[in-house]
């Protein structure tokens, strides 16, 4: 196929006849696509040489290394798809709050969110702030053709757990204890994440990224009750910020290489209402990915908030999860970490395993059940997208 | 009542009628006992300020602090039960492993296990080191009177989560990589952490202790099936060693201040045969506890591994979790720690919700879900106590 020049229009519209974008979107193709979480980063040596001098966020917030980055694991692996390269306390970053990423440890606040009047004081995020963001993702797909671009952002309730605890925890104690002692300044806490990280993914969309994933890391400290009551709203009202959106298809429907004309992250007629108005084409809506740890008890109310697939950790095999979820959705997973180290044979037959459950789901992404680990040989990672993309 | 002399075995075969004892053992009583997670410990000003200059190994070795430091939240918050102040991995720290705990860290190894070889260069335990754990739990039991003394072990995947990961960890993810790379390294890891746990609650029982709570912190890291097939065979020699292990009772059928025979921790005719032997009169055999974070998942796989009560944490409400285990479980758990730090009409409904689900079990111990947070206002447990010993 002819190379068309980066950042023609054309180019990112192929995406929509990928196979990773008409998976999300409940078609099963001839084999199952393949990414990893946090394939971007820290596994790979070209990563750490481009990183060495660079903090974390300042390479999040530089659009050629985050390009750069982003595109990394697409080249070394063969991955159907970009994981946008960033963190997700970069929008409060952003919007002026004191945080940053301490090698080894994680996020650490300057001034933990304790009181409804720490909440009060939190700033607001001008939007003309993520422009770094935009541009980051509009280099990585100009140079990504028709391998699409997923944008990355963190729930209300992770953004929320970190802004509380002040740092990394165990079990977000601090913030599941705010949420009790102190429900009208959770709420607002909530609604402050929601906003923030709800713009930093519809500036993502907007700039071009193809489908979205929403992590909400540390949902599986919830219990079902707290996390419907005091999480799924801000989640869902973070998700509104992205339904409607369309991407990278042209009117004519579409498809590798098709003529159309396209303009990236239009809206559609409807925005808000998530894929039920007759204004909006479904298979041009941006497909949405939920994903946490731990939160076996949770797949449905997560799916619930306005996810078309849902990531799936390596608690749970992929025929349980999708029987507490109807059998009606789309799911992304499972692979245990911790087989990326076992000889070939003992992860073949995971996968294997992974695959054929993966059959009772309408349709199925094949990625990790959590992020990959810093000292996972990429060349397994390599054979790892060859052999899945040989299976049927 | 008179007051026996300290050690004078009646006040010990007195636990056989307590509120805790006969609820383990599935008989409801007029109230729920109570008891927390961690309660002896750093929640305490009476322990920060006995600890003072002593580290915490050095704690759990010294019999007299050890004891007092179990009996000092009986004493203030009335409890049901005494839990033994120890760690879940003093027993390492008895076989000869370099182990320290780090505060505000944990555990932390010298030599973190990673090899076959490393598992075949670990110690053996030899069990006389046991010796200033017996005489805590007999100094204990002797000052407890009618109270009884619950004995703490940690499980065996637990311990080796530990040794393998060389300290605390997120997802454990060196210990399940050596699950998968090594599955004969891993069998003996856990034949040996399985052997030094067993001993080490098997000496407080045969001091005194009335019941045992085996905790496997980290279970809930592990699917279903890793749990089943590469844990629970550890988790069953390890509680076999307390198997048929008989406790507080006279011959002549016990209860509070009743006469008779006893010898602290005899052991039954048929050591190993849970509960289902004509000479193991189930009434007096000692009850097992089973607790573990997140695992709504593997109730029913904890339990089959041998154990008389399983430990319920927060994120599942007690009367799913009984579903789960066929309704013929007791129950143990499962107020939220966040809530402690709530207002008291939000924690009270919250204690009533508990009370009232708990009522689909057979019987029913309230504990929290997790340990006692350290910032936790200790008046707030007392008073939890008072409320919950009210309410029928």
């Known amino acids: 196929m002819r190379e068309l020049p980066a950042g023609h229009p054309l180019q990112v519209g192929r995406t929509s006849a990928s196979p990773l974008v008409t998976t999300y979107q409940g078609v099963r193709g001839d084999s199952t696509p393949v990414w990893f979480m946090r394939q971007a980063g820290r596994s790979l040596p070209e990563y750490r040489d481009l990183r ?44 002026g709050v004191d945080v940053s990423i301490v090698p080894g440890r994680g996020p650490v606040l300057g001034n933990p969110v304790r009181t409804a009047q720490d909440v009060r004081d939190l700033p607001t995020l001008d939007e003309a702030a993520l422009a770094p963001i935009s541009e980051a993702v509009a280099l990585t797909v100009a140079a990504l053709g028709d391998t699409p671009l997923i944008g990355f952002a963190g729930a209300p309730f992770t953004l929320a757990a970190y802004l509380v605890e002040g740092g990394p925890s165990k079990d977000h104690l601090a913030a599941r204890t705010l949420m009790h002692s102190d429900p009208d300044a959770w709420a607002e806490l909530m609604q402050w994440t929601a906003t923030i990280t709800g713009a930093f993914l519809r500036a993502q969309i907007l700039a071009g990224a193809s489908a979205a994933q929403l992590f909400d890391s540390w949902a599986g400290a919830l219990s079902l009750a707290d996390y419907t009551s005091k999480v799924a709203p801000a989640s869902a009202l973070a998700l509104s910020r992205v339904h409607g959106l369309t991407y990278g298809g042209d009117e004519a429907g579409g498809g590798a290489g098709a003529a159309g004309t396209r303009a990236v992250g239009t809206e559609s007629a409807a925005p808000g209402a998530h894929g039920d108005t007759a204004t909006t ?100 990672l390599t054979r790892l997208v060859e052999f899945v993309h040989a299976q049927n």
């Open 52 to 95: 060495v001098g660079t903090e974390m966020l300042d390479a999040c917030l530089n659009p050629e290394m985050a390009s750069e980055i982003t595109l990394q694991p697409v080249r070394r692996h063969g991955v159907d798809a970009a994981i946008f390269f960033s963190d997700i306390v970069v929008p409060m970053k952003l919007a």
């Open 281 to 380: 084409n479904p298979t041009r809506t941006v497909p949405i990915v939920h994903f946490g740890v731990g939160t076996g008890e949770l797949l449905k109310a997560m799916h619930d908030v306005g996810a078309d697939v849902v990531g799936v950790d390596y608690r749970i095999p992929l025929d349980e999860a999708s029987r507490r979820l109807g059998g009606t959705v789309t799911l992304q997973g499972n692979i245990d970490p911790a087989l990326l180290a076992a000889p070939w044979p003992v992860l073949e037959a995971h996968v294997l395993d992974v695959l054929a459950r993966g059959k009772s789901a309408p349709a199925h992404v094949l990625n990790l059940g959590h992020g990959v680990p810093p000292e996972t040989d990429p060349a397994v």
